[in-house]
């Protein structure tokens, strides 16, 4: 197929070769422009973007396989056809291991290379159709897979929410933790991508409750050590829930975020920054709005309490650092969004 916006470019020092291609070439319908040599066949591309260059082997100041390396690495869309003397033909086949898509002889038959060209630009553009498709394709299944992660994401978000709803002390904690993760984020200038994990653990965090006892999770007096642990689960079953459609990042803050900085939560692995920070956040948001909340065994704490507990266990169970970052922040916008959602969710 030729169309007249495809665009040739013939390089050749011979005037003559250039004008005879030239006229042959633009009969065909195609546009073609020319270079005597690589420094001027570099410099028209800079403006012409050619759909096929035309290169003759031998050119004095540099050969034509050099200027093909060249060219190459630039313009990976633009085909090149190599122009030998046939006992070239060796360097010619190197020419296309370097990304030449044909070669054609000296002496020309100009039919023939009319023939050439356009068999050349029709398989360029094939191969350009395909590549289109397959992009479109890769961005049609990125597109879904977007869409059925979010489903997902969403469906296990209604799940504890609704798992929350089951009981008064325990409604909207999840989206509030959220809240308050979400200013500690920002008040140390996270990333886009770190907040959005940070969100997606903070919410999904105690998913994991599903597993627990609702006898021993709503038990109005003091847990006995093997209650507690029962209730510890949680954080490792919330893990194996999300981890099949959440990254890596996140079901490290789920599977984290009951670890106490100094190393002594429950069969806790790691200690430290060694714990990852999404979950070194989220513990602090997470006691503070237990505390802050009514419970089956205690009634709420006062903010100003609450804040004086984070501020002793600062070094302990919280990243000192963290700690000291969070008690910098006025928390009263959290938590005024933490009634409402309370009303909401009772
Ligand atoms: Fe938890």
Redesign the pocket.
Same mark, same amino acid.
Request: aromatic share 0%; charged share 30%.
């Given at each position: 197929m030729t169309t007249h916006e495809q665009r040739i470019l013939i390089v050749d020092d011979e005037p003559m070769i250039r004008r005879l291609l030239n006229q042959k070439l633009s009969k065909q319908g195609y546009h073609c422009e020319e270079a005597s040599s690589s420094d001027e066949a570099l410099e028209k591309m800079k403006t012409y973007s050619a759909d096929l260059i035309l290169l003759d082997m031998k050119m004095p100041g540099g050969s034509g396989m050099e200027l093909l390396a060249d060219l190459k690495p630039i313009y990976p869309a633009a085909a090149v056809i190599m122009a030998t003397a046939v006992n070239e033909t060796n360097l010619a086949i190197q020419c296309m291991r370097l990304g030449a898509e044909d070669y054609i002889c000296k002496p020309f038959n100009l039919d023939e290379v009319a023939i050439n060209v356009g068999k050349t630009l029709e398989k360029k553009r094939l191969e350009q159709k395909i590549k289109e498709y397959q992009e479109h394709l890769q961005q049609k299944v990125d597109e879904q897979t977007r869409e059925i992660r979010t489903l997902f994401l969403g469906s296990i978000e209604a799940l504890v929410f609704a798992l929350e709803a089951k009981d008064k002390y325990t409604a909207g904690h999840s989206r509030r933790v959220c809240e308050i993760s979400m200013v500690i984020s920002r008040e140390l200038n996270s990333s886009e991508d770190f907040v959005e994990d940070l969100r997606w653990g903070s919410l999904l !965090?105690?998913v994991g409750k599903i597993a627990v006892d609702q006898c021993i999770q709503n038990k109005p007096g003091k847990l006995t050590p093997a209650e507690y642990e029962h209730i510890m689960i !949680?954080?490792q079953v919330g893990a194996g829930i999300v981890k099949p459609v959440v990254n890596e990042r996140v079901v490290a803050i789920v599977e984290h975020? !009951?670890d106490h900085y100094d190393g002594t939560g429950l069969h806790q692995l790691v200690s430290g920054e060694d714990i990852p920070l999404g979950a070194r956040i989220l513990t602090i948001a997470?006691a503070y709005d237990a505390m802050t909340s009514d419970r089956p065994y205690r009634p709420a704490i006062t903010v100003e309490d609450a804040r004086q507990e984070i501020k002793r266990c600062s070094g302990t169970q919280f990243d000192p650092i963290l700690a000291s970052a969070f008690l910098k922040i006025d928390i009263s916008c959290s938590t005024s969004k933490r009634d409402k959602l309370a009303a909401i969710n009772t």
């Open positions: !965090h105690d !949680h954080a975020h !009951h997470d």
